[in-house]
Nanobody, 124 residues
Framework: QVHLVESGGESVQPGDSLRLSCGIS????????VGWFRQAAGKAREFVAAITWKSGEIHYADPVSGRFTISLDSSKETMFLEMNNLKSEDTATYYC?????????????????WGQGTQVTVSS
């Protein structure tokens, strides 16, 4: 079992920056990748970014590429999502997720563990 806990979501203005954190604990030895997804009100959950557990290979969704940065700390106990130049369309609940079966990083249904989510609101 792997436990994930997100934090850092808040209300900000367009153009602001924000860093989300995801605490990772439990049986992480078999993890293949961890990532961030988001879900806006009335919309499907969508991929944001992911990083492979062992090699550190990173993938970003096109809408956030160049603005968001995903990282893992050296102990692999915390994953971060640094978000810059935030836009109103980034408003969503952000979830961290962990996969222990596949390397299909951008598909939510392949992930085995999820956090409870943290709300990010971008509004002037």
């Amino acid at each position: 079992q792997v436990h994930l806990v997100e934090s850092g979501g808040e209300s900000v203005q367009p153009g602001d920056s924000l860093r989300l954190s995801c605490g990772i604990s439990g049986r992480t030895l078999r993890l293949t990748s961890v990532g961030w997804f988001r879900q806006a009100a009335g919309k499907a959950r969508e991929f944001v970014a992911a990083i492979t557990w062992k090699s550190g290979e990173i993938h970003y969704a096109d809408p956030v590429s160049g603005r968001f940065t995903i990282s893992l700390d050296s102990s692999k106990e915390t994953m971060f999502l640094e978000m810059n130049n935030l836009k109103s369309e980034d408003t969503a609940t952000y979830y961290c997720a962990a996969d222990e079966r596949t390397y299909i990083m951008a598909v939510a249904s392949t992930y085995d563990y999820w956090g409870q989510g943290t709300q990010v609101t971008v509004s002037s």
